[in-house]
C-alpha cells in the first residue's frame, strides 16, 4: 500500500495514473489515506490547482474510506480552511453525501453566508435536505420567508424541508403552493 500513497501524493506524476492510485487505495479501505486524500482536496493557496478527474477520484475514496469510520472533522475543516471554490463545493457535496450530523451547523452556516457564491449556497442547502437533521428546519423556514420572491435559496429550502419532513415545515410548504414564483411552487 505505501507505494500506491506515494504515486498519489506525487505531484509529478499523471493525473490519471494518480487517480488510479486513488482509487485503487479506496478499494482497499486503509484509513492511513484520508490524510493524503484531504491534502489533495484542500489544496493550499498558492499550490497549482489538481485536476478535476484526480479531485473526483479523491472524493470518491474519501467518501468510501469515511462511511466506514467516525472521524470527519478533517473534511469539515477544509470547508472553513479552503480558499478555493471548487474545494468547498465537493466539500459541501461529500458531507451531503456522507450525511452525517456533525456536518449540519457548517452547513447551515454555509447556506446562510451571504458572502458565498449562490452556487455554494445552494448545494448547502440540497446537502442539508439530504442529512435530514431536524435542526436545519428552522434556518430552511427563515430562508423562505426572508428572502426576495426570486431568490433560487427560497425553493431549494422548500425542496430540502420536505426531505426533511418535520412537521414545522407544513404550513410554510403549503404557504409556497401559492407563491407567485414558480420554482418556489416546484419546490426547485
Same mark, same amino acid.
Request: proline share 4%; with cysteine.
Given at each position: 500500500?505505501?507505494?500506491?500513497?506515494?504515486?498519489?501524493?506525487?505531484?509529478?506524476?499523471?493525473?490519471?495514473?494518480?487517480?488510479?492510485?486513488?482509487?485503487?487505495?479506496?478499494?482497499?479501505?486503509?484509513?492511513?489515506?484520508?490524510?493524503?486524500?484531504?491534502?489533495?482536496?484542500?489544496?493550499?493557496?498558492?499550490?497549482?490547482?489538481?485536476?478535476?478527474?484526480?479531485?473526483?477520484?479523491?472524493?470518491?475514496?474519501?467518501?468510501?474510506?469515511?462511511?466506514?469510520?467516525?472521524?470527519?472533522?478533517?473534511?469539515?475543516?477544509?470547508?472553513?480552511?479552503?480558499?478555493?471554490?471548487?474545494?468547498?463545493?465537493?466539500?459541501?457535496?461529500?458531507?451531503?453525501?456522507?450525511?452525517?450530523?456533525?456536518?449540519?451547523?457548517?452547513?447551515?452556516?454555509?447556506?446562510?453566508?451571504?458572502?458565498?457564491?449562490?452556487?455554494?449556497?445552494?448545494?448547502?442547502?440540497?446537502?442539508?435536505?439530504?442529512?435530514?437533521?431536524?435542526?436545519?428546519?428552522?434556518?430552511?423556514?427563515?430562508?423562505?420567508?426572508?428572502?426576495?420572491?426570486? $431568490?433560487?435559496?427560497?425553493?431549494?429550502?422548500?425542496?430540502?424541508?420536505?426531505?426533511?419532513?418535520?412537521?414545522?415545515?407544513?404550513?410554510?410548504?403549503? $404557504?409556497?403552493?401559492?407563491?407567485?414564483?414558480?420554482?418556489?411552487?416546484?419546490?426547485?
Amino acid at each position: 500500500m505505501p507505494p500506491l500513497i506515494k504515486i498519489m501524493s506525487n505531484s509529478n506524476s499523471y493525473s490519471d495514473i494518480r487517480a488510479c492510485a486513488i482509487d485503487a487505495l479506496g478499494k482497499i479501505g486503509d484509513e492511513r489515506v484520508v490524510e493524503p486524500l484531504i491534502d489533495i482536496l484542500s489544496q493550499k493557496k498558492g499550490k497549482l490547482l489538481e485536476p478535476k478527474l484526480l479531485l473526483l477520484s479523491a472524493a470518491r475514496t474519501l467518501i468510501k474510506i469515511m462511511n466506514r469510520q467516525t472521524e470527519m472533522q478533517p473534511l469539515i475543516d477544509s470547508m472553513s480552511q479552503s480558499d478555493s471554490r471548487d474545494i468547498l463545493t465537493k466539500a459541501i457535496d461529500f458531507l451531503g453525501e456522507l450525511g452525517d450530523e456533525r456536518a449540519v451547523q457548517p452547513l447551515i452556516d454555509t447556506a446562510l453566508n451571504s458572502n458565498l457564491y449562490w452556487d455554494m449556497q445552494l448545494q448547502a442547502i440540497e446537502a442539508l435536505g439530504k442529512i435530514g437533521d431536524k435542526r436545519a428546519v428552522q434556518p430552511l423556514i427563515d430562508m423562505i420567508s426572508k428572502s426576495n420572491s426570486y $431568490d433560487s435559496r427560497r425553493s431549494y429550502a422548500i425542496a430540502a424541508l420536505g426531505k426533511i419532513g418535520d412537521k414545522r415545515a407544513v404550513q410554510p410548504l403549503v $404557504d409556497a403552493l401559492n407563491d407567485c414564483n414558480i420554482s418556489v411552487r416546484k419546490g426547485q
